[in-house]
């Protein structure tokens, strides 16, 4: 519990002395061995947020290049136990941390040389202690405050693509006020901004291929002419770590979307022709989905909502790209297309008679609809 362990940290003194930072021990900062998980890289990283969806393949990539991970956890052990597996002997390094107390992060960054910011949500719990924009606000100052004051050299903040202090959502003003504040505290910090984050464990593809049980397609009517640049989780943690291993990428912004723009009708209905569903459209307006669907099991459903009106709008609201932004290209990371892997995550949605059908037989199937 990481009660028990903030109670002990309390009854220690202080480190947070120049003397004491001055000295720390920071041996894994020196690389050495040939490359790969049994090496050193000289990287010493904490990822904040490992648990989450993007933290445990930013973990992994880290892990295959010989870096020291440091993971903070804020929930039972089991919840880290997937991660383990992922470094050497030696190399991942679990401590306790909570977002509120400044002593426990100050564990967790003290002997490293970079830390990775990947804390957020996209919904706020009934009773809960962390509002978004506690999390997404004043934890990630609290984070690039204290890595400063603990020496840290590299301190990497991802936000969101589209995120504004003018923007209509109130999750795309929170990150913006968090990227403001985590500059103030970090000057030199780096931020990526990523689009849509797919993957076998996202909201967005399992959010489609759950609703084609349904036998219709909702859709947002205001919201289906909305152009969307989804992104892969993967080039996402590659992103991360060409941070970490390129000085140069300092003190900028870099904007991470994938090679193609869709239109949000459009991408659906291909996700539908993936799964091989009849594609039945219903344009329901915002409000009333908003409010007559998400809203309810917001509140009944208050642990973790199948689907919460903030993202919601994060499905259907549009990319915006700010422009003349570096992205991934600039970091020399080819974007992944959506075609190479929507199929890998919404297989597990088909009907058990089409499963196997690869993609390039998928426009042969005939009478799909006999399998909704």
Known sequence: CWRRAVAITQSRPSLRTPAKMATASRLAAFPKGKGGRSSVSGHVVTVFGCTGFIGKYVVNRLGRCGSQVVLPYRQDQTATRHLRVMGDLGQLIFTPFHLQHEESIYNAVKHSTVVINLCGRNFSRRLSQFSQRDVHVDGAE???????????????????????????????????????????????????RPSNVLGPEDRFLNFFGHRAYWKISPLLKEQCGATKMPVYVVDVAKAAVQCVEDPSTAGQTYELFGPKTYKMEELVHYLFRILLRRFVPVRIPEKLYLNVYCAPTEFVLSRRPFTTRNEAQLIYYPNVRAPGMPGLLDLGITPTPLEEYALYTLRRYRHHQTVDVPMDEVERVDGAEKFI
């Open 142 to 192: 609290r984070l690039a405050r204290i890595s400063r004051e603990a020496g840290v050299e590299r301190f990497i903040h991802v936000s969101t693509l589209g995120a504004s202090q003018s923007g209509d959502l109130q999750f795309h003003i929170d990150k913006a006020d968090g990227e403001e504040a985590v500059r103030k505290a970090f000057p030199s910090a780096t931020i990526l």
